[in-house]
C-alpha cells in the first residue's frame, strides 16, 4: 500500500475468526460500540505534533492490536478502520518477537 497516513491515525484490518489473543485475551467480534475490536496494523500516521513537540505513533505496521472505536473507510477497494492513536488500547503481538500479553490468572 503505497499511501501516507497524516497525522496520529491509525488504518485497521479488522480480523474475523479469532476471539482469543496469543496472549490469553478474549476480544469482541460484534461490532458492539461498547465492546472491544481487534484487527492488524496496515498504515500508520507520521505523529502528533503538541506544544511540546513531536510524538511518534506507539504502533507499527504488521501488530495485532485491541482498540474500541473506529470508522470505516474504503482503501483500494477494501474497508479498514480507520482508528485515531488513542483510541488503540494495546498491542496484544508484534511480529519478529514473542506476544505482548501473557496468559492473566484470575
Known amino acids: 500500500m503505497d499511501k501516507i497516513l497524516l497525522g496520529d491515525r491509525v488504518l485497521i484490518e479488522v480480523t474475523e475468526g479469532e476471539t482469543k489473543t496469543a496472549g490469553g485475551l478474549f476480544v ?22 503538541t506544544e511540546q513537540g513531536h510524538v511518534d505513533m506507539k504502533v507499527r505496521v504488521g501488530d495485532k492490536v485491541v482498540f474500541q472505536y473506529g470508522k470505516d473507510i474504503s482503501v483500494d477497494g477494501k474497508v479498514y478502520q480507520l482508528v485515531i492513536g488513542n483510541d488503540v488500547i494495546m498491542v496484544t503481538e508484534r511480529p519478529g518477537s514473542l506476544p505482548v500479553t501473557r496468559d492473566l490468572e484470575f
Do not use: A, C, E, Y
Request: hydrophobic share 30%; proline share 5%.
Open 28 to 49: 469482541s467480534r460484534d461490532g458492539d460500540p461498547s465492546g472491544f475490536i481487534s484487527g492488524v496494523v496496515v498504515l500508520v500516521g507520521t505523529g502528533k505534533d
